[in-house]
DNA sequence: GATTCGTGGTG
DNA sequence: TCACCAAGAAT
């Protein structure tokens, strides 16, 4: 595999060329953005990310609510929560420097066992076993094995004790270009001749994956509540989400209820004449689809203000709005 | 151990 | 078109 990776090794922003020393902070925030996302949709976030806190200790000084924003679009938002209380710890119990033990990092914020592996390993030299979906699937074809534990187990097995983080990295790679999900290129592989499944024919069969439930509807109602400035400018109305659970901490439209049939007009704002638009918004989130109603009112300005934020529309694109909001405005915009 | 956390690409 | 899936973590 270090073979392979010594000739086929993808050029990625967070990677150290051959011969340099990895920035252990760059392994640490793209293997954070790596989290159930793909390397396509990281690659320019990671660019924009460092050019505006290159180190650490700017992320520790930033204000979290401009890291917030810079996250959106992305999804999972505590990780970028868990970025900032983590940057903080570095800096106040590290000396500024990410810790470099496997155990060490496993106790920041947001590292669970396969970032704290993957960042000892690759960042640090440590040998660590890193098992992330890839290996996961390379190892559980290579063994024909199923389940977690007694994939971690294999995976410990063919861990080399040198350059551990180019042979996860290399996995990673082999996993993502060759030994896919569907249709893996198996003409292609290095381990084609030591693998189980490819042995008897039955590559897709591994990993075993569990039954996935139905996602239920839920369906409610975005407020757009606009006021006109005497320039003429239009605000419309923001809020801040709770800090907990569902897009928590994000800047958002104000919502009401998510509820099993549609909610209408309860949860408003404020009390206007709101107009519900002919147009809904559909939205799919991890483990149910959101379908949103659009109701427009209009405050003038001297009427009774509105708890939140009051927003230029012709800025809304840097308000850091989660997707499904942002889907929201573009829909309103085209009224 | 099962749930709850987003989003965009892909076949 | 739509189910599947991704460099998972926290609770």
């Known amino acids: 595999m270090l073979d392979w990776y010594d000739r086929h090794r993808r050029t990625l922003p967070w990677r150290a060329l051959p011969g340099e020393r990895p920035d252990p902070y760059r392994v ?11 390397v396509a949709t990281v690659r320019p976030r990671f660019e924009a990310w460092v050019a505006r806190w290159p180190d650490a200790a700017s992320l520790a000084a930033a204000d979290e609510a401009e890291v917030m924003a810079a996250w959106a679009g992305l999804g999972y938002y505590a990780r970028a929560r868990n970025l900032v209380r983590a940057a903080r710890a570095i800096a106040t ?20 066992d396969y970032t704290a592996a993957a960042v000892a390993a690759i960042a640090f030299g440590r040998r660590a076993v890193v098992v992330d979906a890839n290996v996961e699937r390379v190892v559980a074809r290579l063994f024909r094995t199923a389940g977690k534990p007694a994939v971690r187990a294999a995976a410990e097995t063919v861990t080399p004790d040198r350059r551990s983080g180019d042979f996860a990295q290399a996995m990673m790679d082999l996993g993502s270009a060759i030994c896919t999900p569907r249709r893996p290129k198996c003409l292609l592989c290095p381990l084609a001749s030591d693998c189980a499944a490819h042995a008897a024919g039955e590559e897709e069969a591994y990993p075993v994956k569990p039954a996935k439930k139905p ?4 369906f409610g109602t975005i407020f757009w509540l606009e006021r006109e400035q005497a320039d003429g400018a239009r605000e419309v109305l923001l809020v801040r989400r709770p800090a907990k659970g569902l897009l928590g901490g994000m800047r958002a439209l104000p919502t009401g209820p998510w509820e099993d049939s549609q909610p209408g007009l309860s949860g408003a704002p404020v ?9 809904i918004v559909a939205h799919g989130f991890t483990h149910f689809t959101l379908e949103l109603a659009l109701a427009v009112a209009r405050l003038d300005a001297h009427s ?3 708890d939140g934020e009051w927003w230029p529309v012709d800025e809304l694109a840097g308000a850091g709005l989660p997707t499904v909001f942002a889907k929201a405005a573009t829909a309103i915009g085209r009224e």
């Open 304 to 306: 009774a203000s509105a």
């Open 215 to 218: 996602r239920p509807a839920r």
């Open 93 to 112: 119990d590290h000396g500024g420097a990410l810790p470099d033990t496997e155990e060490a990092l496993r106790a920041l914020p947001g590292l669970g």
């Open 28 to 38: 640490w925030l793209s293997e954070v953005m790596l989290q159930q996302t793909t």
């Open 271 to 279: 009390a206007a004449d709101w107009l519900m638009l002919n147009q």
